[in-house]
């Protein structure tokens, strides 16, 4: 697994194998990486919503269609905010919220990609919670965790260049079957399932 | 048909009958306010309608309202709810057309009109014989406007 | 507690609601003028109110409908918040419309103050320019865009925004005006509509379709008689489909014929309001072919792209009408057609202008590659030369393939691809603003 450089990421793009859409300016592309653009949706966890992030609340997820409490309280969890070119938005110290880029991402079977946060932004104590993964085959916005570690607000505006993505070449093509529906096309965040697959250790 | 919408008469002989009234009050009395920035551009807004002969207005539903099952299939004169007129108003605005300023057309009074009603709502009257003389005309002119207005008021 | 108190009372109340408006986020731009304009107009009823006579109950009763109007207009932006509607969308129809919306007034009053909000689904869509004569009390017009909150992801729907612009345009007395003389004089001189009694004759002729029998069999007493009303309802929709076309072009006629028959899938119920949809659709076809589109594939070299073009141009620019509902000529509506677009030339609105090749193809490859479509730079280029592309080219496109990648199989199911199609091209709507934005600023010299 190697990483690409400034050239292989623009044969791949060429190629039409990779794409980043779009690049606004020449200048997101470094040596090894692309910068990303903060995208419009901001969600973030209500203080007044759920009591805990409890795993037993989202295991069978699918039997609760119909239960309005379990609905009700996953909807609520989150405040939904959406804010146009020129408005801003302020990221509080210890608050986290999940924001989607403004590119487009579509990554080939032989490709992942890996977000940390901008450099210049981290020294200002904004954090990408963790280093994303981006798996070979996805197709969407990414969703930034981004948190605030600094002692002051953070005002953030649409569209600033807030993280960066670099690619790593894979030891073969991922099989399609690893790689989820060509449908699962990621719009703009949604909160996670902790408790996927792991039903078999909740009580 | 709800309580409080058999209240939603057509109001415009009331309306410009008000408008007219107090824009005879401001006609003297100098300063910028609010209500004589919305008292003189409602009467331009008059005076734009009055040149194009723009009186009906229409209360058009959105295109795909027109399909809801109310909407739809009623007896066609059902129509003529949503189109209103104002005979009332243009036949004041006429009589005091003629009244005042029988030598000018429709196009020379509205545009004569609209520029002072203008320097009227930004404060900005020069002080000058014709402008005097034209504030004098234009205050007879709603004047009668709103005594004929009046008029048929109940 | 007499009238007048009350009126005055609910002034106060008024004044409650509006400051809890700024509780909310809109969309960018415009809040502040809103809510400056809303103070004043507030300030100057009650001014106007405190001294009337209490028995004076024809002022009163103007009050109260004028203090009415004010709360329901506070009321229904006080729900709109920014993702209940695509506010890229919103963005670039105000960019459209607003200069076609002005009015003839001194200093900034003659400029609307545009409000957007979402509520309910398909009956929804709405545009509304204050125009009531007998409302006392307005500075600047409020021009309020109504979304169905069900559809608000569907950008291709949105293109009958089009037409509803042609009722914005109808409010101002020199378009008006304008539009009776130069575009509605042509469709009405001639033709089985041109009087109330030829306009029932037509109705109660035994050669119409079968569908337009049955439905005179069925509500045989209540449509006797077409009234002057009615017809003069009858052609504002009319020159507002034109307005839709000139404006949205291509993706207009899609969005008009998907919307008007999955509410009317006979296509020949009719109303006070409205006439038939296939009386409509005819009056298109005569407008696409004045336009030349039937002949835009022609120009097309890929093949794929021109074939996928002809498709669309065969299922939404329609074919010859039948007599019954051939109602205007050709000349009548490119009489029609030429007097809109100089009017919007004037104004200072865009027509929409069928896109060339390299602009259109990209596009189109972008959707077939499930990337938003938007004038973004894939080649890989070191110094990415993004486009400015028009929106309208943009939803154009996403009509192009819509039918192409309904008929693929997957997981999405045809409806559903339909709205992850509308949702890539909401996105691409969102791409091109930041791209544009970028452009401006470099040009501006501000970056």
């Not at chain 1, 966890?45 to 699918?62: L, W, Y």
């Not at chain 3, 070191?382 to 393939?401: K, M, S």
Request: proline share 5%; glycine share 6%; net charge negative.
């Amino acid at each position: 697994m190697s990483a690409l450089v400034k050239a292989s990421i623009l044969a791949n793009m060429a190629q039409n194998k990779l794409v980043v859409s779009p690049i606004i300016c020449g200048s997101q592309l470094g040596a090894s990486s692309i910068d990303l653009r903060l995208g419009n949706v901001f969600l973030m966890v209500r203080a007044r919503g759920i009591p805990a992030v409890d795993p037993g609340r989202f295991a069978h997820a699918d039997d609760t269609a119909g239960d309005h409490a379990f609905q009700q309280a996953r909807r609520q969890k989150h405040e939904r905010y959406e804010a146009s070119f020129g408005h801003k938005f302020l990221l509080h110290p210890g608050m986290l919220a999940l924001v989607p880029t403004l590119e487009w991402i579509k990554l080939p079977a032989n490709l992942q990609g890996i977000v940390t946060a901008r450099s210049s932004w981290a020294r200002e104590g904004l954090s990408i919670a963790t280093a994303s993964l981006i798996h070979p085959g996805y197709k969407g916005v990414i969703t930034l965790e981004l948190a605030n570690l600094g002692q002051i607000p953070l005002t953030l505006y649409p569209g600033l260049r807030i993280a960066q993505i670099a690619f790593y070449s894979l030891s073969e093509d991922a099989k399609e079957k690893d790689m989820g529906s060509r449908f699962n096309m990621a719009f703009e965040p949604v909160e996670g399932n902790v408790a996927h697959e792991d039903e078999a250790f909740l009580p | 048909m709800t309580l409080l919408s058999m209240y939603k008469r057509d109001d415009s002989r009331t309306v410009y009958r008000i408008l007219a009234e107090e824009a005879v009050k401001y006609l003297d009395r100098p300063g910028a306010s609010k209500k004589r920035k919305i008292i003189f551009t409602n009467l331009a807004r008059l005076l734009e309608r009055y040149r194009y002969d723009a009186f009906s207005y229409d209360d058009a539903p959105g295109i795909l309202e027109v399909f809801k099952p109310q909407g739809e299939n009623q007896p066609a004169e059902h129509a003529s709810t949503h189109h209103k007129t104002s005979s009332d108003v243009i036949l004041a605005l006429e009589a005091a057309h003629t009244q005042v300023y029988h030598s000018l057309s429709k196009q020379d009074l509205v545009e004569n009109l609209k520029v002072l009603l203008a320097q009227l709502a930004a404060s900005k009257v020069p002080d000058d014989q014709n402008t005097k003389a034209g504030l004098a005309k234009a205050r007879v002119f709603f004047e009668t406007l709103s005594e004929r207005l009046r008029k048929r008021s109940a | 507690m007499n009238s007048k108190e009350f009126l005055l009372q609910e002034c106060e109340n008024v004044r409650a609601t509006l400051q809890d408006v700024l509780r909310h986020d809109y969309a960018a731009g415009s809040s502040q003028e809103f809510y400056d304009e809303f103070c004043e107009r507030l300030e100057v009823l009650e001014s106007i109110l405190e001294p009337t006579d209490p028995t004076d109950v024809s002022t009163l009763g103007t009050f109260a409908k004028e203090i009415s109007l004010l709360s329901t207009l506070v009321h229904r932006v006080e729900r709109s918040h920014a993702g209940e509607f695509p506010w890229p969308f919103t963005e670039y129809l105000q960019d459209l419309a607003e200069p076609l919306c002005m009015e003839n007034l001194a200093q900034n009053e003659g400029k609307p103050i545009i409000r957007v909000y979402a509520e309910g689904g398909l009956f929804s869509y709405q545009i509304n320019l204050e125009d009531d004569l007998s409302v006392l009390n307005i500075g600047r017009r409020i021009f309020t865009i109504v979304f169905p909150h069900t559809l608000r992801h569907h950008v291709l729907l949105h293109a009958i925004f089009g037409h509803e612009i042609g009722h914005a345009a109808w409010t101002i007395p020199q378009h008006k005006s304008d539009l009776k003389g130069k575009v509605l004089e042509p469709l009405r001189a001639v033709g089985p509509l041109n009087s109330t009694s030829q306009a029932t004759a037509w109705l109660k002729d035994t050669k119409a379709p079968p569908p337009i029998l049955e439905l005179r069999d069925q509500y045989a007493d209540e449509y006797s008689e077409i009234t002057l009303n009615q017809l003069d309802s009858w052609f504002q929709e009319f020159m507002c489909d034109l307005f839709g076309l000139v404006t949205f072009g291509g993706s207009f006629l899609a969005a008009h014929q998907t919307l008007l028959l999955a509410l009317d899938p006979s296509g020949h119920r009719w109303g006070p309001y409205h006439p038939p949809y296939v009386c409509r659709k005819a009056m298109l076809w005569h407008a696409c072919k004045h336009l030349g589109w039937p002949n835009f594939p022609s120009d097309i070299s890929d093949t794929k792209l021109r074939s996928d073009i002809e498709a669309f141009v065969t299922e939404y620019c329609g074919s010859p009408p039948g007599p019954w509902e051939d109602i205007f000529t050709q000349d009548q509506v490119a009489q029609a057609v030429d007097a809109l677009k100089d009017l919007l030339t004037q104004v200072g609105t865009s027509c929409f202008s069928m896109p060339d090749e390299s602009i259109l193809l990209p596009l189109v490859r972008m959707l077939r590659e499930q990337i938003p479509p938007c004038g973004s730079d894939l080649s890989g280029s070191e110094n990415p030369a993004n486009r400015n592309v028009d929106f309208r080219h943009i939803l154009f496109a996403g009509w192009i393939v819509a039918d192409e990648l309904a008929g693929q199989n997957n997981d999405a199911g045809k409806g559903g691809q339909f709205l992850v199609l509308n949702k890539l091209c909401e996105m691409g709507l969102l791409q091109q603003r930041a791209i544009d934005r970028y452009k401006a600023a470099k040009e501006g010299g501000t970056s």
